[in-house]
């Protein structure tokens, strides 16, 4: 495998508040090369969120350290937790958290606005197939196209990384294969690791590597040497 | 990215504009109030100051019994006086009025000794001129008058007309010859007791000098002097030595401009609109503080998914406080901007309503200086309201951006203090119960709620208790306390005998006989110009209660005081009052303090007459008479006077109150206007309390429709709360009302009179009967609302 873009040394995250601490995430190491698609695998409550929050800058680890481009992450000021988060990471979530108020265009528009080398933002959602619907509200899209519009938002700033939070977890078979899809045609467009949490087993198989979590452990890696095209997965 | 977050927050607004609205209402009404106040002070005083410089008012005046007019020359020696000049004063009744042939207008004729006008020496080149609304100044020699704008406005004269004055005891015909008004007639009263200047009975007219002088007879002399001190140069600085040149001629009052009570009354209004104009705004951006607060509190809660995804896609927790900022920046620049136009607006009526009262003319800078105030309003609220954003986005910064992404833990379900008394349980249902716990549940916001409803009730309670003040203030003295039908007043003491068989009628049914000294009241701490009022023994006429209308009986050896005297002076019950007559006889009497009247207006220490009399040595005098009877008899002692040259006028007690209401319309007018302001932010605040309250609970609602409940039992969820919350408002807010009342009256009293804190249980009744009414009036309109709820919507809204 090509030279780590990532580097991840016994990531662990505990959360103390209400008494009796959580052990959300125990001693994750990894690293993820440029390109890669990782798929996270594991049971509800495993940790695979924290996880995938460390990576993305939204949460910090308690012990551990996480090393993106030569820094390291995990000492990270807010403010440049935040440069991080704006100019390196695109997340996609599993309920889109689009910003109700503001057009599907506008939404996008909004990502690129604070992001430096940008791509334009029609350009993104004509990426996404949305190019017609950039004026509609997200109460206007259905779930699919709603989540197009957050792979735009995401892809609108030529992240570096690009992280999501099972995004089919709450679309149907017919969806969640193009948004799959329109997943890792943007991996190959953008030359950036896609990280994928997901329930399904069957996506897993077109991922380069898989992590299993379980109870917050790293358990296992696994490669997949010959990773499944996303027209072959079986819906 | 400016541009998009503006844009979504003008939408988000959109979705709630009601609570937007009112609470840049709100704002608008503080901060028209502040510009409103604040350019009438600005514009009246620059009027004012332009008034005194067109007329040459001079800085400081002395009275004396008679002087040479040359003494003016060595006043003018005096080290701090630069001018200084002698003139003469007197008052004389009017007999009759003459219209010139062509001259249209109403012609109001008058009873005799109805009106009388102070008549002011006056020359071309002097100081202390009329400012001329229309016709010429009087020439030497020639029997010429300038009236008195209001006098001249009340019956109808025009230059060309004329009046008939006994001046100096005879008839003379003096032709008007111009119509003005001068610093020193602008706020007239005869008798400071009567509070309102009434220009159509009392009003000055100036006279030439030398005219004045040859019909007093008093050619070459002086009773007043005018001058001017150096610029930096005090009253005090100049007091003894002028006290000591006018020494010979018996001088009564050395005093400076400030102390005239025609500008004392001017500036009293002055201070009040000052002070005003710091407290109303206060008031009102409190109450928008409250509604903001509460507002954007609930919507950031609301949008905190919204807030993690911004944060994921890497915004600052910087950024997005000041997003919201904004929402308060955006009501608050909205509010600022309107009040302060509206004010703007307001403030020229407003203007002229003063000038009509002080008879000013409308002299001074234009409207242009008022402009900054658009800018500062505008301003002010955007960083006021801003900043009540910034605090209620403040859990924003305390946000982890993954924690922002999950929604909020349910809050923990426990039984809230209430529901330990042991009969609660039983007296609500469930809805109630929900209710009851939401409002525990969320403490931060219960308490802003609290806070809102309390500082309404205040809001209302104040101001309603204001329109009660003014009935204390002014009508009870002519309503309570005069009980006379006319008052018949003397020039010069009258002995008893003859006042009584001056107003010997049939129709006259009572007459009590008065006599009025002005005296200097002094107690250990202060001392206060006032007058010294005779009264017989056992008279009926003027009847003398205390604060809570308890009779108080004069009794030989003894004062009673009036209300505002007693809190000047610090006096009560038992203590001693010292009274010295000013002037060369300078008697001094110590009295003890035996009761205190409930007045606040006039500074009068009430004594049986004949002790009076004895102080004044004119034993068996008197100087006005009370008179219980007939209109008819009131014309007929008018008919009978009318050449009696010492006796000047008989008014009707009910004309008087006539007068006084037409005057305090526009006053009464403001007062309910306030009243119907504190009611509509009182209804603001529940209404906004309940509509934050209702999307908050609109899920659980909407589980409850699904489960059968009515849109009724829904509403007892919220309403229950805000019962709760407003008797807790309520109570909260007595204190409050109380503390309210209290700044207000102690920014308003001044040298002139006292204002009580009236605060009645009447209105603090009708305040709370106000607020449950804009809670009912609240649950009616989130009642429109639950009824139009699908529960499918809600339910698949994902905040
Ligand atoms: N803010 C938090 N406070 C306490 N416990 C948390 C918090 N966030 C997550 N957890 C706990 O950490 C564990 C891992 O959570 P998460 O990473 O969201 O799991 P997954 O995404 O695999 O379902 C869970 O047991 C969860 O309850
Ligand atoms: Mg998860």
Redesign the pocket.
């Known amino acids: 495998m090509s030279e780590a873009l990532l580097t991840a040394e016994n990531l662990s995250r505990q959360?103390t508040?209400?008494g009796v601490p959580?052990h959300?995430?125990r001693a994750a190491s990894f690293t993820i090369a440029p390109a890669e698609c990782i798929i996270v695998l594991?049971?509800?409550?495993?940790?695979?969120?924290?996880?995938l929050n460390i990576i993305g800058g939204m949460d910090t680890p308690t012990t551990g350290r996480l090393c993106y481009g030569g820094r390291d992450v995990s000492a990270f000021s807010a403010r440049e937790l935040t440069e991080y988060r704006r100019d390196a990471v695109g997340f996609i979530f599993q309920f889109f958290n689009l910003i109700p108020s503001l057009t599907a265009l506008e939404n996008v528009a909004l990502a690129a606005a604070i992001t430096a080398g940008a791509m334009s933002p029609p350009e993104a959602l004509a990426l996404v197939g949305l190019a017609e619907r950039g004026a509609h509200f997200p109460s206007q899209l259905s779930g699919g196209e709603q989540q197009r519009v957050s792979i735009a938002r995401a892809i609108v700033k030529n992240p570096a990384l690009f992280l999501c939070?099972e995004p089919t977890g709450a679309l149907d078979t017919q969806n969640s294969a193009t948004v799959v899809r329109l997943l890792l045609q943007m991996r190959d467009r953008l030359g950036c690791p896609v990280v994928i949490?997901t329930h399904n087993t069957e996506i897993a198989r077109a991922g380069d590597r898989i992590f299993h979590?379980k109870d917050?452990l790293l358990e296992k890696i696994s490669i997949n040497s010959a990773p499944v095209p996303v027209e072959d997965l079986q819906w | 990215m400016v541009k998009l977050l503006g844009l979504k927050m003008l939408r988000d607004m959109g979705r709630s504009k009601a609570v937007y609205i009112i609470c840049a209402l709100v704002v608008t009404i503080g901060f028209s109030g502040y510009s409103l106040m604040s350019i009438a002070y600005e514009r009246l005083m620059d009027t004012r100051d332009a008034f005194f410089s067109a007329t040459d008012f001079s800085t400081a005046f002395a009275d004396v019994e008679q002087a040479p007019l040359a003494v003016a020359g060595r006043l003018a020696a005096v080290p701090g006086v630069s001018v200084a000049e002698g003139r003469l004063t007197d008052t004389a009744r009017v007999q009759a009025l003459r219209w010139h042939e062509q001259s249209g207008g109403k012609r109001e004729e008058l009873l005799a000794g109805e009106a009388e006008l102070l008549l002011i020496s006056t020359r071309p080149e002097g100081m202390n001129r009329p400012y001329l609304n229309a016709g010429s100044l009087p020439r030497a020699g020639r029997l010429e008058t300038v009236l008195g704008a209001g006098f001249a406005a009340a019956h109808g004269l025009r230059p060309g007309d004329a009046v008939s004055l006994i001046i100096g005891g005879q008839a003379t015909e003096l032709e008007v010859c111009g119509i003005g008004v001068s610093p020193e007639n602008i706020y007239l009263v005869k008798d400071l007791a009567d509070m309102l200047p009434d220009l159509s009975s009392y009003d000055g007219a100036f006279l030439h000098y030398d005219t004045l002088a040859a019909l007093l007879g008093r050619e070459g002399a002086a009773n007043s002097f005018a001058f001017t001190l150096w610029p930096g140069a005090g009253i005090d600085d100049v007091k003894a030595a002028v006290e000591d040149i006018l020494r010979p001629y018996v001088c009564y009052r050395v005093y400076d401009r400030a102390d005239h009570v025609s500008t004392a009354m001017l500036q009293a209004e002055l201070d009040q609109l000052q002070s005003m104009a710091g407290v109303i705004p206060v008031l009102f951006l409190l109450v928008a503080a409250v509604i903001l607060y509460i507002t954007l509190f609930r919507l950031v809660e609301q949008q905190r998914v919204q807030i993690g995804a911004l944060l994921s896609l890497g915004f600052s927790h910087r950024a997005i406080s000041l997003h919201f900022a904004c929402f308060g920046a955006a009501t608050g620049l909205l509010g600022g901007v309107a009040g302060g136009a509206s004010g703007i607006l307001c403030a020229v009526p407003i203007w002229e309503y003063y000038l009509t009262f002080y008879s000013m003319p409308a002299l001074g800078a234009g409207f242009g200086a008022a402009y900054p105030y658009l800018f500062y309003s505008a301003l002010a609220g955007a960083l006021f309201c801003g900043a009540i954003g910034w605090l209620a986005a403040r859990g924003v910064a305390r946000l982890q951006p993954?924690?922002a992404l999950?929604p909020a833990a349910p809050p923990a379900g426990k039984l809230t203090p209430l529901e330990r008394l042991p009969w609660t349980r039983e007296l609500l249902t469930i809805p109630g119960l929900v209710g009851l716990r939401g409002v525990f549940r969320n403490g931060r916001r219960s308490l802003f709620s609290l806070v809102g409803i309390a500082c309404a009730y205040m809001m209302i309670a104040s101001l309603v208790s204001m329109n009660s003040m003014v009935d204390i203030f002014i009508y009870d003295e002519l309503t309570e306390v005069e009980q006379q039908d006319f008052t018949v007043y003397f020039n010069a003491p009258v002995a008893w005998a003859d006042a009584r068989a001056a107003v010997s009628h049939p129709e006259v049914r009572r007459a009590e006989l008065v006599l009025d000294v002005g005296v200097t009241c002094k107690s250990p701490v202060a001392s206060l110009e006032g007058t010294l009022k005779g009264l017989e023994v056992g008279g009926e006429l003027l009847r003398l209660a205390d604060a809570a209308g308890r009779p108080l009986a004069l009794a030989e050896g003894g004062a009673i005081i009036t209300a505002h005297m007693a809190a000047a002076l610090e006096l009560g019950p038992g203590d001693w009052l010292e009274v010295e007559s000013p002037g060369p006889a300078g008697q001094t009497m110590r009295l003890p303090v035996a009761g205190v009247t409930g007045q606040y207006m006039n500074s009068t220490v009430y004594v049986p007459l004949r002790l009076a009399a004895e102080f004044q040595r004119t034993n068996g005098a008197c100087n006005s008479l009370l008179v219980a009877g007939t209109e008819q008899a009131r014309r007929d002692v008018a008919d009978r006077l009318a050449d009696a040259a010492r006796f000047t006028l008989a008014e009707g007690r009910l004309a008087k109150i006539d007068k006084m209401n037409a005057a305090m319309g526009s006053m009464l007018f403001i007062l309910y206007y306030m009243a119907f302001a504190g009611v509509a932010i009182g209804f603001a605040v529940i209404f906004t309390g309940s509509l934050v309250c209702f999307e908050e609970m609109k899920r659980e609602m909407a589980t409850m429709i699904t489960l059968g409940l009515n849109s009724r039992d829904c509403l007892e969820v919220i309403s229950s709360g805000q019962w709760l919350l407003t008797f807790g408002g309520v109570i909260l807010g007595l204190p409050l009302t109380w503390a309210a009342t209290e700044a207000m009256v102690r920014t308003m009293s001044g040298d002139m009179y006292t204002i009580p804190n009236y605060l009645s249980g009447e209105a603090l009744v009708r305040a709370t009967v106000l607020t449950l009414v804009a809670v009912v009036l609240s649950n009616a309109v989130i009642h429109r609302r639950l009824r139009r709820i699908t529960p499918v919507d809600i339910m698949r809204e994902r905040n």
């Open positions: 959360y508040g209400g959580v959300a995430l594991g049971p509800s409550g495993s940790g695979k969120s924290t996880l939070d949490i979590m917050g | 993954a924690e999950q």
